[in-house]
C-alpha cells in the first residue's frame, strides 16, 4: 500500500530527529496533520519552545522541555489541524531503562522532582539508593521528565490501550 502524504511526511520529520517515534503537538493525529500549511504559527506560540517545524509538519523534541498542555498552538493555528476540545494527555507515556542513576545505585530523583502528576514514585532497595516505578495511568506523558533526566534514561512509549469487548 503506498504511504499517505502525512505519513511520508511524519516519517520523514522522525528521521530528521534523529529518532524512530515522531511526536505531534496534543491532539494532533496523521489524519489532522493533512490539513497543516506548515505556517510555524504553532512553534512560535509554544512557551516551552518544544515545537519545530520539520518538512512541514510540527513535530516536539521532549529534549528541549516539556508540554503544560497549555493549548497555545491549538489556539494560534489558523488551519483545521488540532481538535476543538482541550488535550491534557498523549497517546504516549514514558519508559525508564537500566541506564537510570539509581538502578545503577547512584542517588537521583530528578524525574519525580519534575513530574506534575506524581507519577513516577520510588520503592526502596536493600543496600541502594531508591529506584522509579513509573504509574502509567498517572503519566500523561508530557515529557517533563526526559530532559531533566542526567542519564537520557527515559523515552516515550506507546500507550496500551484497553481492548474493547464485542457488544
Ligand atoms: S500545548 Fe502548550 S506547551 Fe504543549 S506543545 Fe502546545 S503550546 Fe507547547
Ligand atoms: S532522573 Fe533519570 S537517572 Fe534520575 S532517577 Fe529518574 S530515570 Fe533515574
Ligand atoms: S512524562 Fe509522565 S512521568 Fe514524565 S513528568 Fe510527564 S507525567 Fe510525569
New binding site residues.
Partial sequence: MPQTTSTRRGFLAGRALGGDKTHYPPGITEESLKNCSGCVECATACPSKIISIRHGIPVLDFQRGECTFCGKCADRCPERVFPTDPVSRFPHNVT??D?????NF?D?????D?CATAA?R?RPRIGGPF??VLDADACTGCGA?IS???????STKSRVFPEVADA
Fill in positions: 525508564i531503562a541506564d537510570c542513576l539509581a538502578v547512584i537521583c530523583q530528578a524525574c519525580r519534575a513516577i520510588f529506584v522509579p521528565c531533566v533526566c542526567p542519564a537520557e534514561a527515559i
